[in-house]
């Protein structure tokens, strides 16, 4: 059973952090995206029946519930077969009741809410525009609709973040009471305005207040105690859930399950092959009005992936490892990787260096 990703990338700010291809777009160009969208969706051909649909972005909750019902009977099919888990990334701030009634009704049954921090400071300091009232209010209101199934965001290694603010918003976690929670460490790359500043040991974004890398990884540790003792465990590097709350979709890519993705930038696999759509908004738009694909990067998938993908996940993997057995003798013997016969899985120092561990099967 495929997964299906749908990419909106639209967003009110930009946020400091972000290094994905989303930001602040014109109007017009937003809903030309939308109709581009809907004309790529009616052309697919669904070797599968979609299992999972996970409308990611940007900030897709600023898509109308009308545009959004669309979005999901042409990937699902009208009536919508049963069992589907449907999630929608949401920015906290705006979520009405009408709103979330409207993704109900759509077919939605999954929140994910970016909310990286619950410290006002953080938060404006990165580019937010909401806080730990905000989340609470609309965490209150999906309830009150009918939703049962949300996640929390959270990054570590903010600006200005320290042992008191990361413990307050892990606080924040137990007290809503999330069944499924993602922790990233921040990503430091040329991609973000801050990444790109604190490589240039700049100060612009807060660059210079990031945490140390012991730091974060004292702070991502943290969370992995205080979520177990919620009864959320890990089931994947940066993913931790109520048993039987994991993301049945994001599973799919680190099992190498086929998913199909629609709009800008979003990846496909069908298996043995993958593929990319266009980066560009506008020319995606372009392409579809063109009636071209926006498909521009095919490539074959290797064994390798099998590795770098599955040992995300805290099960690890059991495949036959006989062809890298000098990086994974090596990596065993730094105490980064664990077995049990054919199983291989990140040991908890690996967790925090797994960059390192995967670099060996690229």
Excluded at 142 to 151: P, Y
Excluded at 299 to 311: H, K, N, R, T, W
Aim: glycine share 10%; aromatic share 10%.
């Amino acid at each position: 059973m495929a997964g299906v990703y749908v990419s909106y990338p639209f967003c009110a700010q930009k946020c400091t952090y972000c290094n994905f291809g989303s930001g602040v777009f014109p109007r017009d160009l937003e809903s030309a995206y939308l109709k581009a969208l809907e004309a790529e969706l009616a052309a697919a051909s669904w070797p599968w029946i979609p299992e999972t649909i996970y409308i990611g972005g940007g900030t897709p909750s600023r898509m109308t519930s009308e545009a959004l019902a669309r979005i999901l009977d042409l990937a699902l099919g009208k009536p919508h077969s049963g069992g589907i888990e449907a999630t929608i990334e949401a920015a906290p701030g705006g979520l009405t009741p009408a709103l979330a009634q409207g993704w109900l009704e759509a077919g939605i049954n999954r929140v994910s809410f970016g909310v990286q921090s619950f410290d006002s400071r953080e938060l404006a300091r990165t580019g937010r525009q909401h806080d730990a009232a905000t989340v609470a209010a609309e965490v209150a209101i999906v309830r009150s609709a009918g939703f049962q199934n949300f996640n929390v965001d959270l990054i570590a290694g903010l600006p200005g973040q320290t042992l008191r603010s990361w413990t307050a918003s892990l606080d924040w976690i137990e007290r809503l009471e999330a069944p499924h929670v993602s922790i990233y460490m921040l990503e430091v790359d040329e991609d973000s305005r801050l990444g790109a500043e604190v490589l240039a040991s700049g100060k612009r974004y807060g660059a210079a207040d990031v945490p140390t890398d012991d730091a974060i990884a004292d702070f991502y540790e943290l969370a992995v105690a205080r979520l177990a003792a919620m009864g959320i465990r890990r089931y994947e590097i940066s993913n931790f859930a109520l048993p039987g709350w994991e993301s049945r979709h994001n599973l799919k890519y680190w099992r190498r399950e086929p998913y199909l993705g629609f709009g800008a930038d979003a990846h496909s696999f069908d298996g043995a092959t993958r593929w990319q759509n266009v980066e560009s908004v506008r020319e995606y738009v372009e392409r579809l009005a063109q009636g071209l694909s926006p498909a521009v990067a095919r490539s074959a998938a290797d064994s390798a992936e099998a590795f770098f993908l599955g040992l995300r996940l805290d099960a690890g993997i059991e495949a036959d490892w006989s062809p890298y057995r000098d990086a994974v003798e090596r990596l065993l013997g730094q105490g980064l990787l664990e077995t049990q016969g054919r199983r291989l899985r990140l040991t908890r120092r690996g967790v925090l260096l797994s960059n390192e561990v995967f670099a060996e099967f690229i």
